[in-house]
Protein backbone atom coordinates (compact mmCIF):
# COMPACT_ATOMS: atom_id res chain seq x y z
CA UNK A 1 0.00 0.00 0.00
CA UNK A 2 2.18 2.66 1.02
CA UNK A 3 5.41 4.28 3.16
CA UNK A 4 4.60 7.33 5.23
CA UNK A 5 7.69 8.90 5.66
CA UNK A 6 8.35 11.44 8.38
CA UNK A 7 10.45 14.37 7.51
CA UNK A 8 11.67 16.38 11.18
CA UNK A 9 14.46 19.06 11.64
CA UNK A 10 15.56 20.11 14.87
CA UNK A 11 14.41 18.54 17.70
CA UNK A 12 15.31 20.91 20.81
CA UNK A 13 15.03 19.91 24.39
CA UNK A 14 12.80 22.28 25.09
CA UNK A 15 10.30 24.91 23.42
CA UNK A 16 9.92 24.33 19.86
CA UNK A 17 11.23 28.10 18.40
CA UNK A 18 11.43 27.60 14.73
CA UNK A 19 7.84 26.57 12.95
CA UNK A 20 9.99 23.42 11.85
CA UNK A 21 10.96 22.42 15.23
CA UNK A 22 9.23 19.27 16.95
CA UNK A 23 10.41 19.59 20.78
CA UNK A 24 11.86 16.59 21.94
CA UNK A 25 8.82 15.46 24.66
CA UNK A 26 6.22 15.28 21.68
CA UNK A 27 8.99 13.57 19.12
CA UNK A 28 8.93 11.07 21.50
CA UNK A 29 5.24 10.75 22.06
CA UNK A 30 4.85 10.77 18.60
CA UNK A 31 6.97 7.52 18.24
CA UNK A 32 5.26 6.06 21.23
CA UNK A 33 2.04 6.43 19.51
CA UNK A 34 2.54 5.21 16.47
CA UNK A 35 4.83 2.01 18.09
CA UNK A 36 1.82 1.48 20.46
CA UNK A 37 -0.51 1.82 17.81
CA UNK A 38 1.57 -1.36 16.40
CA UNK A 39 2.70 0.52 13.05
CA UNK A 40 5.64 -1.47 11.46
CA UNK A 41 8.32 1.03 11.21
CA UNK A 42 10.90 0.69 7.94
CA UNK A 43 14.26 2.36 7.60
CA UNK A 44 14.58 4.89 4.18
CA UNK A 45 16.84 3.10 2.67
CA UNK A 46 14.34 -0.26 2.32
CA UNK A 47 11.00 2.33 1.88
CA UNK A 48 11.08 1.29 -1.80
CA UNK A 49 10.59 -2.22 -1.55
CA UNK A 50 8.42 -4.14 -2.92
CA UNK A 51 6.26 -5.52 -0.28
CA UNK A 52 6.92 -2.43 1.70
CA UNK A 53 5.35 -0.49 -1.00
CA UNK A 54 2.93 -2.52 -2.08
CA UNK A 55 1.75 -4.26 0.66
CA UNK A 56 0.33 -2.90 4.35
CA UNK A 57 1.29 1.02 5.85
CA UNK A 58 5.04 1.29 7.08
CA UNK A 59 6.19 4.46 8.50
CA UNK A 60 9.96 5.60 7.71
CA UNK A 61 12.02 8.40 10.24
CA UNK A 62 14.06 11.20 8.59
CA UNK A 63 15.86 14.28 9.63
CA UNK A 64 16.93 17.37 7.43
CA UNK A 65 20.22 19.25 7.92
CA UNK A 66 21.45 17.11 10.97
CA UNK A 67 20.66 19.66 13.32
CA UNK A 68 22.65 18.64 16.85
CA UNK A 69 19.64 18.46 18.63
CA UNK A 70 19.20 15.33 16.56
CA UNK A 71 21.51 13.30 18.98
CA UNK A 72 18.90 12.86 21.71
CA UNK A 73 16.20 11.90 18.91
CA UNK A 74 18.64 9.30 17.90
CA UNK A 75 19.38 8.01 21.21
CA UNK A 76 15.40 7.54 22.04
CA UNK A 77 14.87 5.61 18.66
CA UNK A 78 18.18 3.30 19.27
CA UNK A 79 16.28 2.54 22.06
CA UNK A 80 13.10 2.08 20.75
CA UNK A 81 14.94 -0.50 17.95
CA UNK A 82 14.41 1.83 15.76
CA UNK A 83 16.66 3.76 12.72
CA UNK A 84 16.05 6.88 11.34
CA UNK A 85 17.92 8.04 8.64
CA UNK A 86 19.53 11.64 8.18
CA UNK A 87 20.18 14.07 5.83
CA UNK A 88 23.42 16.03 6.16
CA UNK A 89 24.28 19.28 4.80
CA UNK A 90 28.38 19.60 4.23
CA UNK A 91 29.23 23.45 5.15
CA UNK A 92 26.69 23.09 7.94
CA UNK A 93 28.42 19.77 9.30
CA UNK A 94 32.10 21.05 8.78
CA UNK A 95 31.76 24.60 10.28
CA UNK A 96 28.59 24.96 12.59
CA UNK A 97 29.00 24.03 16.17
CA UNK A 98 25.04 24.22 15.71
CA UNK A 99 24.99 21.46 13.37
CA UNK A 100 26.41 17.68 14.50
CA UNK A 101 29.89 17.31 13.02
CA UNK A 102 31.74 14.54 11.32
CA UNK A 103 32.64 13.06 14.35
CA UNK A 104 29.40 13.15 16.02
CA UNK A 105 27.82 11.75 13.13
CA UNK A 106 30.65 8.84 12.83
CA UNK A 107 29.02 7.82 16.61
CA UNK A 108 25.99 7.61 15.10
CA UNK A 109 26.57 5.33 12.17
CA UNK A 110 25.52 2.22 13.68
CA UNK A 111 22.44 3.42 14.90
CA UNK A 112 20.99 6.01 12.05
CA UNK A 113 21.30 6.05 8.33
CA UNK A 114 23.54 9.03 6.74
CA UNK A 115 22.62 10.44 3.86
CA UNK A 116 22.94 13.56 1.73
CA UNK A 117 21.50 16.60 1.97
CA UNK A 118 23.90 19.16 -0.59
CA UNK A 119 26.99 20.54 0.21
CA UNK A 120 25.95 24.35 0.69
CA UNK A 121 21.79 23.39 1.25
CA UNK A 122 21.34 25.98 -2.14
CA UNK A 123 18.55 25.05 -3.70
CA UNK A 124 19.48 22.52 -6.59
CA UNK A 125 17.12 23.69 -9.26
CA UNK A 126 18.93 27.27 -8.83
CA UNK A 127 22.23 25.66 -10.17
CA UNK A 128 23.93 25.15 -13.34
CA UNK A 129 24.90 21.65 -14.83
CA UNK A 130 28.69 21.97 -13.73
CA UNK A 131 27.64 23.51 -9.76
CA UNK A 132 24.65 20.94 -9.29
CA UNK A 133 27.27 17.92 -10.03
CA UNK A 134 29.83 19.41 -7.78
CA UNK A 135 27.62 20.08 -5.00
CA UNK A 136 25.88 16.15 -5.73
CA UNK A 137 29.36 14.65 -5.65
CA UNK A 138 31.12 16.94 -2.88
CA UNK A 139 27.57 16.22 -0.54
CA UNK A 140 28.24 12.90 -1.35
CA UNK A 141 31.69 12.32 -0.66
CA UNK A 142 31.62 13.74 2.57
CA UNK A 143 28.55 11.45 4.69
CA UNK A 144 30.36 8.86 2.46
CA UNK A 145 33.47 9.08 4.39
CA UNK A 146 32.13 9.18 7.62
CA UNK A 147 29.67 5.95 7.27
CA UNK A 148 32.69 4.51 5.66
CA UNK A 149 30.47 3.54 2.61
CA UNK A 150 28.67 4.46 -0.67
CA UNK A 151 26.16 6.56 0.41
CA UNK A 152 22.63 6.26 -1.62
CA UNK A 153 19.96 7.97 -0.07
CA UNK A 154 19.78 12.32 -0.26
CA UNK A 155 16.79 14.87 0.60
CA UNK A 156 16.41 17.68 -1.79
CA UNK A 157 17.14 20.73 0.43
CA UNK A 158 14.38 23.22 0.28
CA UNK A 159 12.18 20.62 -1.59
CA UNK A 160 13.32 22.34 -4.22
CA UNK A 161 14.23 19.90 -7.72
CA UNK A 162 12.47 18.45 -10.50
CA UNK A 163 13.50 15.56 -13.39
CA UNK A 164 16.83 17.59 -13.89
CA UNK A 165 18.02 17.28 -10.66
CA UNK A 166 16.43 13.77 -10.19
CA UNK A 167 18.70 12.42 -13.51
CA UNK A 168 21.92 14.19 -12.01
CA UNK A 169 21.24 12.59 -8.53
CA UNK A 170 21.46 9.11 -10.65
CA UNK A 171 24.53 10.27 -12.29
CA UNK A 172 25.99 10.84 -8.46
CA UNK A 173 25.14 7.58 -7.30
CA UNK A 174 22.44 8.68 -5.36
CA UNK A 175 18.98 5.93 -5.68
CA UNK A 176 16.80 7.30 -3.53
CA UNK A 177 15.77 11.06 -3.19
CA UNK A 178 13.33 12.22 -0.57
CA UNK A 179 10.80 15.48 -2.03
CA UNK A 180 8.91 17.21 0.51
CA UNK A 181 5.49 16.49 -1.32
CA UNK A 182 3.39 15.71 1.88
CA UNK A 183 1.95 12.26 -0.09
CA UNK A 184 2.18 8.61 1.19
CA UNK A 185 5.07 6.96 -1.26
CA UNK A 186 2.80 4.59 -3.34
CA UNK A 187 4.79 4.29 -6.68
CA UNK A 188 8.17 2.54 -6.82
CA UNK A 189 11.57 5.24 -8.39
CA UNK A 190 13.54 7.47 -7.79
CA UNK A 191 11.87 10.02 -5.70
CA UNK A 192 9.82 9.65 -2.20
CA UNK A 193 6.89 11.65 -0.88
CA UNK A 194 8.01 12.85 2.36
CA UNK A 195 5.45 14.59 5.51
CA UNK A 196 7.10 17.37 7.16
CA UNK A 197 6.51 17.37 11.12
CA UNK A 198 6.04 20.78 12.14
CA UNK A 199 5.38 22.02 15.47
CA UNK A 200 1.60 22.29 14.91
CA UNK A 201 1.49 18.48 15.01
CA UNK A 202 0.41 16.63 18.14
CA UNK A 203 1.44 13.49 19.64
CA UNK A 204 -1.51 11.74 17.48
CA UNK A 205 -0.41 13.71 14.14
CA UNK A 206 1.48 11.54 12.62
CA UNK A 207 -0.62 7.94 13.54
CA UNK A 208 -3.47 9.93 12.04
CA UNK A 209 -1.78 10.02 8.73
CA UNK A 210 -0.91 6.27 9.06
CA UNK A 211 -4.54 5.94 9.14
CA UNK A 212 -5.91 8.66 6.51
CA UNK A 213 -7.91 7.82 3.82
CA UNK A 214 -8.09 8.51 0.17
CA UNK A 215 -10.04 11.92 0.97
CA UNK A 216 -7.43 13.59 3.63
CA UNK A 217 -4.40 12.97 0.72
CA UNK A 218 -6.18 13.76 -2.24
CA UNK A 219 -7.19 17.54 -0.09
CA UNK A 220 -3.76 17.44 0.99
CA UNK A 221 -2.34 16.73 -2.76
CA UNK A 222 -4.81 20.43 -4.09
CA UNK A 223 -3.00 22.13 -1.37
CA UNK A 224 0.17 21.60 -2.28
CA UNK A 225 -0.56 22.37 -5.70
CA UNK A 226 -1.96 25.92 -5.06
CA UNK A 227 1.34 26.08 -3.03
CA UNK A 228 3.47 25.55 -5.68
CA UNK A 229 1.69 27.48 -8.00
CA UNK A 230 2.22 30.38 -5.77
CA UNK A 231 5.80 29.74 -5.40
CA UNK A 232 5.78 30.16 -9.05
CA UNK A 233 4.09 33.23 -9.30
CA UNK A 234 5.69 35.00 -5.88
CA UNK A 235 9.30 34.15 -5.83
CA UNK A 236 11.37 31.76 -2.80
CA UNK A 237 11.65 34.11 -0.81
CA UNK A 238 8.16 36.06 -0.02
CA UNK A 239 6.35 32.68 -0.45
CA UNK A 240 8.33 30.80 2.23
CA UNK A 241 7.81 33.87 4.58
CA UNK A 242 3.67 33.74 3.41
CA UNK A 243 3.62 30.07 3.81
CA UNK A 244 5.41 29.93 7.41
CA UNK A 245 2.88 32.38 8.43
CA UNK A 246 -0.21 30.93 6.71
CA UNK A 247 0.25 27.00 7.82
ZN1 LIG B 1 17.17 21.22 4.66
Known sequence: MAVIVLMYHHTPDGAPEGFYDVGLATFRDQIRTLRDAGVSFVKFSECDRPDNVQAGIHVALTFDDGHASNAAAFRFLADEGLTPTAFIVRDWSARDPAYLSARALGDFKEICELGGHGATHRALSSLTEAELADELAASRDYVGEIAGAPVSTMALPGGHGGARELAAAQRAGFVL????????????????NRNCVNRTHHARTPLGWTRAGPLHWTALRA??????????????????AL???AK
Open 223 to 240: RFAAAAAGRRLMGKSLYG
Open 177 to 192: VGNSRPLPHVTRGVTV
Open 243 to 245: TAL
